[in-house]
Each structure stands twice: as C-alpha cells, then as structure tokens.
C-alpha cells in the first residue's frame, strides 16, 4: 500500500509570512497537530506544529513570578511562522510504501510526514494515519490477500484464506516454493501481523 492511498489531503498550509496567532488558529480550527510551510513558489521550505507553538508560550516570563518588574518585552517575541518553524523537514516521496513511511518516522523520531511528488508537497502522512493501517478489518485484509493470490498465480480460493485479529491463516496443498511465496504475499499486505498454514491441510 504506498503512502498516497493512506496520507492526508488537501493540504493545509501556511507562508513562511503567517503570523503565528493565525498559524495556530489555523491549527486549532482544522483539527490538525502540524502543517507545512511553503514559500511563494509552493516548495517547501519548513513545517510548523503544536510543540514548535508551544515553545513561544513557553519562553514568555510569567509576571506574576518576578519580584521586580520586567524587561520591555516589545520586539522581542517570534510574530510570524518563520521564526518558529522547523527547517530540516523530513519527508517521503509519493512512490513510498506505508511500511517506508513507518519506518523513517521511527528512525527519525517524527510523528509526521509530508508527502512529496516532483519536489511538491501533496499531503501529509501521519502516525494516526498508519495506525489505521493496523486496524483495518479483517475483510479488508481478506479480500486483499485473495486477490493478490489470484493475480500471482498461486492456487486459492476464496474459502482457503482466513483472516482473524490480523493473522491471517491459509490452507493449501502447495510445495514448499507456494507456501513461501503465498506468505510473502500476504506479509505484503498492509495491517497483516502474522501468517500461518493450516495444520490439517499444509500437507
């Protein structure tokens, strides 16, 4: 399953120039934790999230703490998305499988990614996004894996595929060479966890 059918879209985005009180109700308003930020040309040139927001209200002394007064704080506060935003954006290209993306979001430890084609970015994946990859039901799952049985050639039909909590179990009368390739298929699947030959028929 490549990221595309999985991301999230249209993309809601803000311009480098985005003040960051509209940045955040942008946030707030759209029910989202992140958006990329894209220069006049559409290229991406940052991302701004919730954490990079919170770190200005972090860094704003608190009155009420300070036994004298405080320091004229004018000019001195981030106004605008890019004085905030994070530069170095880790994306994935639109060709990406959905286990590529999970992947580089462990090992770069992002809970996020744009999804870009031709140097454009055209959605976001996120890790709620691939979650609902685990969870998709076991039908769809089912239907997939005996599809894609069919297409490679290797015998089923459509009783000898069962899917259960993810696992799916596969009962043919194949040579050694079948079974590792029908397993290698559903492992291909998207949301599979497990798979498994039935011992009363794996012959």
């Given at each position: 399953m490549k990221v595309t059918e999985v991301m999230s879209r249209p993309v809601v985005s803000v311009t480098p120039d985005t003040t960051i009180k509209a940045a955040a109700a942008t946030l707030v308003g759209r029910g989202i934790s992140a958006?990329?930020?894209l220069d006049d040309a559409g290229a991406l040139v940052g991302i701004i999230s919730e954490a990079d927001l919170l770190e200005v209200e972090a860094r704003r002394p608190d009155p009420r703490s300070q036994a004298t007064p405080l320091a004229?704080?004018?000019?001195s506060t981030p106004h605008v998305v890019s004085e905030v935003m994070t530069r170095d954006v880790v994306v994935v290209p639109d060709t990406a499988e959905v286990s590529q993306a999970a992947r580089l979001m462990l090992d770069q430890g992002v809970k996020r990614l744009p999804v870009v084609k031709d140097d454009r970015v055209i959605g976001i994946v996120s890790r709620r996004d691939l979650v609902r990859?685990?969870?998709r039901p076991d039908s769809d799952l089912w239907a997939a894996i005996d599809q894609r049985l069919h297409e490679s050639g290797v015998l089923a039909s459509?009783?000898?595929v069962d899917v259960r909590d993810g696992v799916a179990t596969i009962r043919m009368r194949a040579s050694s060479r079948d079974r590792r390739l029908a397993e290698s298929i559903a492992l291909g699947v998207p949301g599979v966890l497990e798979v498994r030959f039935s011992p009363s028929e794996d012959g």
């Amino acid at each position: 399953m490549k990221v595309t059918e999985v991301m999230s879209r249209p993309v809601v985005s803000v311009t480098p120039d985005t003040t960051i009180k509209a940045a955040a109700a942008t946030l707030v308003g759209r029910g989202i934790s992140a958006m990329p930020v894209l220069d006049d040309a559409g290229a991406l040139v940052g991302i701004i999230s919730e954490a990079d927001l919170l770190e200005v209200e972090a860094r704003r002394p608190d009155p009420r703490s300070q036994a004298t007064p405080l320091a004229p704080t004018a000019r001195s506060t981030p106004h605008v998305v890019s004085e905030v935003m994070t530069r170095d954006v880790v994306v994935v290209p639109d060709t990406a499988e959905v286990s590529q993306a999970a992947r580089l979001m462990l090992d770069q430890g992002v809970k996020r990614l744009p999804v870009v084609k031709d140097d454009r970015v055209i959605g976001i994946v996120s890790r709620r996004d691939l979650v609902r990859v685990i969870g998709r039901p076991d039908s769809d799952l089912w239907a997939a894996i005996d599809q894609r049985l069919h297409e490679s050639g290797v015998l089923a039909s459509l009783d000898e595929v069962d899917v259960r909590d993810g696992v799916a179990t596969i009962r043919m009368r194949a040579s050694s060479r079948d079974r590792r390739l029908a397993e290698s298929i559903a492992l291909g699947v998207p949301g599979v966890l497990e798979v498994r030959f039935s011992p009363s028929e794996d012959g």
